[in-house]
């Protein structure tokens, strides 16, 4: 059992920055077999806890050959989307991105959390894992979700349009962290969190350690952005929570 961080006080060209990560474990090319079984939802692994590795890139172009390890069953019992989804402190009509959305993994959670009178952007910067969200969205009958194509340096999201963002298993894929922090910063309302979810240094899945990010370097990453950090203790078998709040926003809710 890996130890569970404690509360803490606040204290190449990006080729693939934010795809699959959101949707499945971290993984190599498909049929490489070198990384899979380790994704997430949100495709991501990067530097060491020194950040020295550089960013992993990964890239997911075909949507249909991520569906089987993204989604497969087996990913529920470590990635707990639920307890991921209920550290966010979604209310009813919040607006919600998830960034490096892939084939959509947390979207139905994100709907149902938002309701009817809200709405989940799932964000990627590759096109056939748009495509795919906007099929699953319609075939889901997920009315509140929409998806979009993002450049692999920005998040593209206006300023001040949305309640919480969701990175989960991608943010080890950003180069420059935290400039691109600063950007999800002015992305949030003024109650507004951006929620990082990514692997521990003994997970069972993931990248390779060189391309792990320890919680405390996150969270700074996230203060260098404007972002106020605290680790959250969630019983994640294999991953941290790690959730920015802007510094003009009051405590958590």
């Given at each position: ?221 996230l203060r260098a952005g404007g972002l106020s950090p605290e680790v959250v203790a969630e019983d994640l078998p294999d991953q941290y929570i790690v ?11």
């Amino acid at each position: 059992m890996h130890r569970r961080p404690r509360l803490v006080a606040p204290g190449a060209a990006l080729a693939a920055l934010l795809t699959g990560c959101s949707a499945t474990p971290d993984a190599a090319a498909p049929g490489s077999g070198e990384h899979a079984g380790h994704h997430g939802g949100h495709a991501g692994h990067h530097g060491g806890h020194d950040n020295g590795a550089g960013p992993l890139v990964h890239r997911f172009e075909r949507a249909e050959d991520w569906v089987a390890e993204f989604e497969g069953p087996e990913r529920d019992a470590w990635q707990k989307p639920a307890e991921v989804v209920a550290a966010m402190r979604i209310a009813p009509g919040m607006r919600v991105a998830d960034l490096g959305a892939g084939t959509g993994y947390f979207l139905p959670h994100l709907s149902r959390a938002v309701g009817p009178t809200g709405a989940v952007i799932g964000l990627d910067i590759e096109r056939d894992m748009v495509r795919y969200m906007t099929e699953r969205a319609s075939r889901e009958r997920l009315a509140n979700v929409t998806a979009r194509q993002v450049g692999p340096a920005d998040p593209g999201l206006d300023p001040g349009s949305v309640d919480r963002i969701l990175v989960v298993n991608t943010w080890h894929h950003i180069p420059d962290r935290p400039a691109y922090a600063a950007k999800l910063r002015a992305a949030l309302r003024p109650d507004g969190a951006v929620v990082v979810v990514d692997f521990t240094d003994t997970a069972r899945h993931g990248p390779p350690k060189e391309h792990r990010i320890a919680p405390e370097a996150v969270a700074a990453e996230l203060r260098a952005g404007g972002l106020s950090p605290e680790v959250v203790a969630e019983d994640l078998p294999d991953q941290y929570i790690v959730v920015g709040r802007r510094a003009d926003a009051g405590a958590a809710r």
